[in-house]
């Protein structure tokens, strides 16, 4: 077998350290002795150059002339400050400002002479540029399979860094029933120490439920359930037969063909798209409805939040129901929503492929609820979306003012907006009582303030009626 190196040795190569060092590429050619001699030979010219620069220079500053140097690539000049002046060894060039540049006839002949061999190089380089990106063309097939064979060299050492480094990664086991049981999972990129393993079990027998319908609190970890079970599950379906081990204590599943994952992860594909969230829901939830199978996993997260509340339970009550009367055609679900209508007003109909989790939760000796991301059997009718609030910063008066608006809305009370002195009549009579008050008269500043004081009461007193 011919290598990827000798197809473009043979045409010049690019010498990658010498690159880096450079900041620029560097070509070579074993058959070219003359391209390394160019190098040497610009090498030696800068150096001579520099050297007469700084000669130049200290022979102007010995004669009182106020003088510097510039160095760039194959190029010097003297820097003087002042008038331009003769002399037979200075040729001038031009100015700027109060800066004449210039150079020594020995300085030109030393910048003339390695200009012309940076040509030369530029040229010889030009060269072997071409011939490289001719054998790039005549090998595009070597090389694509080299960039190939070093991808799955370099997935497969990860596969194996992290079955040797991690112990609680485990080799899944592939079963002949139609079932997935994953014990004590995790999400894969979150730190193994910290998260709370969770486990997830479906099985396509009819008299076990594989949709499970997820609620529970704001901010309580459904989101991360469902990202874990689809990295696991990935990993595993689409990647078993390389060696992939999986972040959890036990992990059996039958043969799947495919996965669907609807999650919400941000708005730049929606505007790349020119969709709403909504319709990209749509979209991505009638891809699983038509493409899935008895095999398939089916995971969708927070269906129909850009749409009207009624609308979407319909929508999602509709969409489980026709899974679960689809028999052996019903694939393996897990939904997350806070549509708990979708339990409370029975509008999935009863069946034993359907059960209800839930994100476990507990209170604290001061009231204060703290999220304990495990998964159990149950049902949540609240979204605690206040307590998520306070948690992010949100004001305490903004939050207060929505529990008691959620109040009323609760018990059918009429909703009246919050009064800050507004009625207009009240408000003029005021105005004109103030513009009427001489400020030299204490009775009448008192009189006023009394008033004023009987307004504000009544205004405390209206509020706690309403």
Known sequence: MVSLRTVYSNRGEIDLQRSVRDNRIVFIDPT??????LRQDLIQLNERLHQQAEFANNLLLQCGIESSYALIQDNGVLLI??????????????????????????????????????????????AI?????????????????????????????????????????????????????????KHPLLPITTVVPNGYISDANPNQANI???????????????????????????LIIKGCFVPANKMRFGLMDKLFVKIHTGVYTHLTMGVSNFLRDLFETSFAVAGATGRS???????????????????????????SKSEQACPHVIISTHFHDLIQQRLVSTSSRICCKTMETMYDDDGKLVYLYRIIDGLCTRS???????????SDSVVRRANELLNKIENNQ???????????????????????????????ITQFFQYLRHMIYKHISRNKNE
């Open 32 to 37: 070219d002795p003359d391209l390394e001699q």
């Open 81 to 126: 400050k002042g008038d331009k002046f003769h002399h037979d060894d200075l040729i001038w060039n031009d100015r700027q400002g109060q800066i004449w540049r210039c150079r020594t006839r020995e300085m030109n002949i030393t910048t003339e002479e390695a200009e012309e061999k940076r040509k030369q190089l530029l040229a010889k380089e030009l």
């Open 129 to 185: 540029k071409r011939n490289l990106s001719l054998a790039l063309r005549d090998g595009a097939e070597l090389f694509v399979d080299a960039t190939e064979f070093c991808s799955q060299l370099d997935c497969l050492l990860s596969f194996a860094l992290i079955a040797y480094e991690q112990n609680n990664y485990t080799r899944p086991e592939l079963i002949v029933n139609n079932r997935i049981e994953i014990i004590d999972g």
């Open 212 to 238: 499970h319908i997820l609620t529970g609190f704001n901010c309580s970890g459904k989101t991360i359930y469902i990202k874990q079970t689809s990295g696991t599950s990935f990993m595993c379906i689409s």
């Open 297 to 323: 996993l089916v995971l969708i997260d927070e269906f129909g939040i850009g749409t009207n509340e009624i609308d979407g339970t319909a929508l999602l009550a509709s969409l489980i129901t026709l899974w």
């Open 384 to 394: 605690q979306a206040f307590s998520a609030a306070l948690t992010v910063g949100l």
């Open 414 to 444: 009429v909703l009246h907006p919050i009064r800050n002195f507004t009625d207009m009549e009240e408000m003029v009579d005021l105005v004109e009582k103030a513009v009427q008050v001489n400020v030299n008269d204490n009775n009448q």
